[in-house]
């Protein structure tokens, strides 16, 4: 390699960067990675495959200078001002025509904002979503990339490559314009964060409320990932209840605290529904109960003044069904909204997101992978500009069939006082779209009432207002 130029480099060797660069030399890339840091360079080499090409450096205009012309390189530093830092040090090295990508959670308006800066440079700038983790970045994520076309022709091959293929298609397409790849990962993000809601609420539903233990939530969970529940997320969970802690001898799980933490994804999507405005209470909830997990002391608090929560009267074996079902009905509305959202947000942002694309490059690869994919997959092919896939009569189908067990787990768990935000907030959700004629007819009259702020008639076109009680 002494006098050749690289294929590809990466600007932050972390999980995420040392991961998908090893990844893509694995595929036969020549690729170069920089690190501020000397020793994630040094383990980015020791890292590598035998027989390929990997070098890491701990200076970036080296790393620069070793590109093949037009550069293709990709930042993975976490998002906000460590993109904007990287970006500034990067412009007085590259050239036009170079590609630069970020493969962070960044925010799409600040993708929006950098595409702009660096277009006028004549810098290819794309903001690409990248699902899977550690282990999918090493082996196979499901990447999702917006913005200039031209430049994604150019990296196009490299990312077919590196991507989770299922039934040997790439995960991997082209999914809009501009900001469209990361406002894409935004939304999978939100929903990761509602199925993780659920999951842990079927969790306390069957631990507490079943009685089951580790062994017999791992047997549970296990058997679900057999069925049509079968996902990455349930998946993983039934490993993590089989882990064993090492400082005590019982489970790992038993052991971590119940603050959930956060990096910001899922509330930018809360944000972000609302701005359009889209509804997605279940990921608003899933955002909300990890706000409430921080409350530790108060939570402990208020146990001592209200209690805990009855106990759920049915056998064990009819209650783990129904809450499998109730999983599988709120995991279905957790999509249809994050999936209403890209719908809408195509439309009003013009971002022009492909949803058929969408929802099969999340069919391997990414975090929220699961057999559902498929369903969603043959509904966009029967209508691929469908607003929202409860509209679809499979999926109707499916939902009808769990509809009848999921009120029943709601209802239960309500009157035993056990906390299921994300699955009530499904059913309310569900609810209200199926309601042809809602109850808001009131509110428009309450408004008029008080504010003038007038109301539309169902018998005649117009606007009008009343002066009402007179
Ligand atoms: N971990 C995951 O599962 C996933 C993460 N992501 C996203 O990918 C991005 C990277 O995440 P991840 O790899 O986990 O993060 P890590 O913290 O593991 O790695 C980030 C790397 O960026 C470097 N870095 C930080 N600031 C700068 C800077 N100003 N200039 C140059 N390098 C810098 C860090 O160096 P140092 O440590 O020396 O500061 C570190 O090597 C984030 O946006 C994250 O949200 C996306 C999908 C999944
Ligand atoms: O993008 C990811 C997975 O798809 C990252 O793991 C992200 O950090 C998860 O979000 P949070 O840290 O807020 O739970």
Redesign the pocket.
């Known amino acids: 390699m002494a006098n050749s130029l690289y294929d590809f480099g990466m ?8 991961n998908l660069l090893l990844n893509m030399a694995d595929h036969g890339f020549s690729v170069i990675g ?4 000397a020793t ?1 360079t040094g383990a980015l080499e020791s890292a590598a495959t035998p027989g390929t090409t990997v070098k890491g450096v701990a200076d ?1 205009a080296t790393m620069v200078q070793l590109l093949e012309r037009p550069r293709k390189l990709m ?5 906000g ?3 904007d ?2 970006i500034a ?1 990067l412009l007085p090295l590259l050239e036009p025509g170079d590609v630069v990508i970020d ?4 925010h799409y308006t600040d993708t929006l904002r950098r595409v702009k800066y660096l277009r006028e440079k004549n810098i290819h700038f794309m903001g690409i ?6 282990k ?2 090493r082996t196979g ?1 499901s990447i999702m990339p917006g913005g200039d076309q031209d430049a994604y022709a150019k990296v196009k091959p490299m990312l077919e490559a590196i991507a989770a293929k299922v039934n040997d298609t790439p995960c991997v397409a082209y999914l809009g314009k501009e900001g469209a790849g990361h406002y894409v ?1 935004m939304v999978h993000n939100g929903i990761e964060y509602a199925i993780m809601q659920l999951i842990s609420e079927a969790y306390t539903l069957l631990q507490k409320g079943a009685g089951l233990n580790n062994d017999q939530l791992h047997e549970v969970f296990d058997s679900w990932n057999k069925g049509s529940l079968q996902s990455f997320l349930v998946e993983i969970t039934a490993d993590i209840f089989n882990q064993k802690d090492d400082k005590t001898a019982g489970r790992l799980v038993d052991m971590i605290s119940d603050k959930a933490g956060s ?1 910001g ?1 899922g509330k930018w999507t809360s944000q972000d529904a609302m701005e359009l405005p889209v509804a997605v209470p279940t990921i608003d909830m899933a955002v909300a109960m990890r706000t409430i997990s921080a409350y530790k002391d108060q939570r402990v608090a208020a146990e001592e003044i209200y209690g805990d929560p009855a106990a759920i009267h049915v056998t064990a074996e009819m209650w783990i069904k129904q809450v499998h079902d109730a999983l599988y009905f709120a995991t279905i509305l957790s999509y249809a909204q994050g999936l209403a959202m890209l719908h809408e947000a195509s439309r009003e942002l013009q971002m022009d997101i492909p949803l058929p694309e969408v929802v099969k490059v999340w069919r391997g690869g990414c ?1 929220i992978r699961s057999s559902l994919l498929e369903v969603f997959t043959q509904a966009y092919q029967q209508n691929t500009d469908l607003a929202n896939i409860l509209l679809d009569k499979g999926v109707a189908y499916l939902v009808k069939s769990v509809e009848a067990n999921t009120r029943s787990v709601v209802a239960q768990a309500a009157t035993a006082g056990f906390p299921v935000a994300g699955f009530m907030s499904a059913l309310s959700y569900f609810d209200a779209f199926r309601t042809g004629r809602m109850a808001t007819n009131l509110i428009q009259a309450q408004r008029d009432y008080f504010g003038a702020h007038t109301y539309q008639r169902i018998d005649m076109p117009g606007t009008f207002h009343t002066e009402w009680n007179q």
């Open positions: 600007i932050g060797l972390g999980v995420m960067g040392r920089f690190d501020k840091d994630k970036l930042m993975l530093v976490p998002a001002q460590p993109v830092d990287v040090s493969g962070g959670n960044s979503g990248v699902s899977g983790g550690e999918g970045a994520p990962k990096k994804t975090i």
